[in-house]
């Protein structure tokens, strides 16, 4: 895990559309980064739709959210468009990105653990929430974040 404070990891992803999207490009806004362990599993749609749902309140206070997993680009796309997503899902298949934020294991060490991470517009970390099965709790604590920058 990281530590409250530390700097926004610098890495480049690709998104549900193949584009390569750089960590450093977000600097100046403030950021939510979730981890997830796959799509199309129950509570990471859960989680998915969750962040849809509230995405206007994380537009007002002019906020990016980054949802990243291991699926590849056509999973992220499929899942992206099927759930009408309006934000990116960035693929990190050999689990760099997840290893380098520190994200431990999930449920029982077997699958990837769910975690969310919010920066300030300076790229320091302001919060970081585990919770691997109650979903929808990641964007209120997000929000509740994001309020007190």
């Not at 680009?73 to 298949?93: C, G, M, R, W």
């Not at 050999?94 to 999930?106: H, Q, S, T």
């Not at 969310?116 to 919770?131: C, E, M």
């Amino acid at each position: 895990m990281k530590d409250i404070g530390d700097s926004l990891p610098e890495f480049s992803l690709k998104n549900q559309d193949g584009k390569l999207v750089h960590s450093q490009d977000w600097i100046g806004d403030p950021v939510v980064v979730y981890f997830y362990p796959g799509d199309f599993t129950p509570v990471c749609t859960a989680q998915a739709c969750s962040f849809r749902n509230q995405f206007n309140d994380f537009e007002d206070y002019k906020v990016r959210v980054i949802g990243i997993s291991h699926d590849d680009v056509a999973s992220h796309k499929k899942f992206s468009t099927e759930n009408q997503l309006p934000f990116d899902i960035l693929s990190d298949p050999k689990n760099e990105v997840r290893d380098l934020f520190g994200v431990p294991k999930g449920v029982f060490g077997l699958i990837s653990g769910r975690v969310t991470y919010v920066f300030d517009a300076k790229g320091k970390l302001a919060l970081q929430y585990k919770a691997d099965l109650r979903a929808k709790e990641h964007v209120k604590k997000a929000l509740k974040a994001i309020r007190l920058l």
